[in-house]
């Protein structure tokens, strides 16, 4: 009996990992609906202020503008999205249109296999962990193999992301704590590994 409605399969790709990627999903049979989640070694993050009066349209390019100040000519090629707006600052994220088309490449071109999502690390944990997030915020902390990524939710969004080694979570809150001076700080920390 077929099924009525497409599976739905979640694969996390890391560095290196485009050919094992093409040939798993190759295999595969049936019709699938494929969410990919990329390394945080794909991508690269920018906290965006609020904007007033600002169209989607101008907050993009503003995200374009900060991408291409901190990474220079190398940011052209990026695919930049924000997250949703709910108030507060956002998160910008830019990952190389070059590796979405090769993801897109990979899909079998005769396959049923649909490539529904991709989504960067840190976004696809935070919205696994957004429930458990207090109103004042929290801490998340995303390792895998050679990086940690931390991200600080404030009362009212986004207020940094840094990038460290893989065992340095702990020194990466304390230099964003030193960092933020007097400003509230979350207690709760969210810790989570990534595994392909």
């Known amino acids: 009996m077929s099924r009525l409605f497409p599976e739905r399969r979640e694969l996390r790709l890391e560095p290196d990992g485009l ?7 190759s295999a595969w049979r049936g019709r ?3 969410t ?37 000519e190398r940011a052209k090629a990026w695919e930049v999205r924000l997250s949703r707006a709910g108030g507060g600052a956002r998160l910008a994220c830019a990952i190389d249109a070059a590796l979405l088309q090769d993801l897109k490449a990979c899909m079998p071109k005769h396959g049923r296999v649909r490539l529904v999502s991709v989504q960067p690390y840190l976004m696809a944990a935070y919205n696994r962990a957004r429930r458990r997030i207090p109103r004042e915020g929290a801490w998340l902390l995303l390792t895998e193999k050679g990086r940690a990524c931390l991200a600080r939710l404030a009362a009212k969004g986004w207020a940094s992301v840094s990038y460290g080694a ?6 990466l809150i ?23």
């Not at 904007?51 to 220079?72: C, D, K, M, N, W």
């Open 32 to 34: 699938i609906d494929l």
């Open 19 to 25: 050919e094992a990627f093409r040939d798993e999903v």
């Open 166 to 171: 893989e065992g340095d979570g702990e020194q």
């Open 36 to 72: 990919v989640v990329l390394s945080n070694h794909f991508a690269r993050y920018t906290v965006l202020q609020p904007q007033e009066g600002a169209t989607p349209e101008e907050e993009l390019a503003l995200a374009r503008f900060q991408f291409a100040r901190i990474h220079g």
């Open 174 to 196: 304390e230099r964003e704590r030193s960092r933020a001076g007097g400003e509230r700080l979350p207690s709760l920390v969210l810790k989570e590994q990534f595994a392909a």
